[in-house]
């Protein structure tokens, strides 16, 4: 019977120079205003998708789902079960260009189970030179802090008070922190 020691150095040995430069993905207040997916049901905004397609374009970044979509990427992946919305996820990416390179596994629930789930996904990725996270939500990051970019906003105007969503100056920060710009 291996180890963890063991499994872990050949799943480095396994991903070794497959991942370079990494964007965690959150979905929702990401790609989509919270506050707009609630009132318009609208579940993927083809602005917010073009701009995360600048990002991937300039860093040449793989996709790495951190959402609670990541449930229909398992199943798709393991044998093409599609859900409508992540149907409309896809469309969205194939019409920009984009891909989904895998997804991280579900830890637990909580304010740290995102940021846990990340490092867990890094253990076995050692040439990962830079990485993002697109995220809506204030996680407790602990040293990942630096790596976030927050898609929410206050915005009196909206109904919730809040907007979210990929807006330039996310695309911005999320290419400073890539080193991409």
Known sequence: MKTDHQKLTESALENSGKYKSVIFLDIDGVLNDFDSRQENRVLIDEDMVSRLKKIVAISGASIILTSS???????????KTIDSHFQKLLDAFEKYGLTI???????????????????????DKPDVESFVILDDTDW???????HVVHTRRKDPSAVSGWHSGLDNDNVRQALRILKAN
């Open 101 to 123: 390179s895998g997804a991280t596994a579900e830890i637990g629930y909580g304010s740290r189970s995102r940021p846990m789930e990340i490092r867990h996904w890094l253990l």
């Open 69 to 79: 979509w990541r449930i229909y990427h398992e199943a798709y992946t393991a044998d």
């Open 140 to 146: 407790q990051w602990g040293w990942l802090r630096d």
